[in-house]
């Protein structure tokens, strides 16, 4: 395959990305502690079994079901986001030259094992939801592979933000993204590792990362041709 086509098979993965991501949908929920509104983010990162108990009461158990039927379609979206994030940096590994071609295996390495770290986290989550009295070791089994997951993928942004605000023009938008998405997401997790609670970091992070893949979903597909020619383009 050739490059212009290997740019257009990333761009067609993060349109995947971005419709899978719409398609697990969202829910707000209420008598979540610690200042969560999401079941989801509250149980990945629940700092006790009090906690995951509040979330399997919270909605009269609605929050439980919607969580329920999360997690096989998060399988899925574990699948996507690797290739997806493992597609991109081996392209800019191909791409790129001298230094850039580490910080790209780099995010290869951190997208693989965050993959990892997500399925051990829906594993523990599973139980979670199964259980009416959980304990502070069954939300240490889920939080720490959470936090472990969302470090690597802050990383991740960090290093692809790097490489592609380096080519600078229109690159700059998904570059400085990803590197605003990192640094709050990174700063989100620091916070949450010292004092376990709700930080704005994360949708916030979250929001700026999704600008970046909806920016490289609309150019990636439609002009890759110009995104080789600017890939080309002397530093």
């Known amino acids: 395959m050739t490059i212009e086509g290997q740019i257009r098979v990333v ?8 419709l899978y991501s719409l398609w697990m949908g969202q829910m707000t929920a209420t008598g979540l502690l610690s200042g969560y509104t999401n079941p989801v983010l509250a149980l990945e990162l629940a700092a006790n079994g009090s906690e995951i108990d509040a979330i399997n009461r919270s909605e009269n158990g609605k929050a439980t079901e919607f969580i329920q039927k ?9 699948g996507i986001y690797v290739v997806f994030f493992c597609c991109l940096a081996l392209l800019l590994i191909e791409v790129g030259t001298d230094w850039s071609k580490y910080l790209g295996w780099g995010a290869v ?10 399925v051990i986290e829906n594993l523990g989550m599973r139980k979670a939801v199964a259980t009416s009295a959980a304990t502070d070791s069954l939300a240490n089994s889920i939080r720490y592979p959470s936090l472990a997951k969302w470090a690597l993928l ?17 690159f700059l938008i998904p570059g400085l993204a990803f590197l605003i998405a990192a640094l709050l997401g990174l700063s989100g997790v620091t916070l949450n590792l010292l004092n376990p609670k709700f930080y704005w970091m994360f949708p916030a992070s979250i929001l700026f990362l999704g600008l970046a893949i909806v920016c490289i979903a609309i150019t990636f597909t439609l002009w890759p041709h110009k995104v080789l020619n600017k890939f080309l383009e002397p530093y």
Do not use: E, K, T
């Open 11 to 18: 761009g067609i993965l993060a349109v995947l990305f971005c």
């Open 154 to 170: 802050f990383v991740y942004c960090l290093l692809v933000g790097v490489i592609l605000s380096r080519l600078r023009g229109w």
């Open 109 to 118: 390495v951190c997208a693989l094992i965050a993959g990892g770290f997500d």
């Open 70 to 78: 999360h997690l096989p379609r998060d399988f899925g979206y574990i």
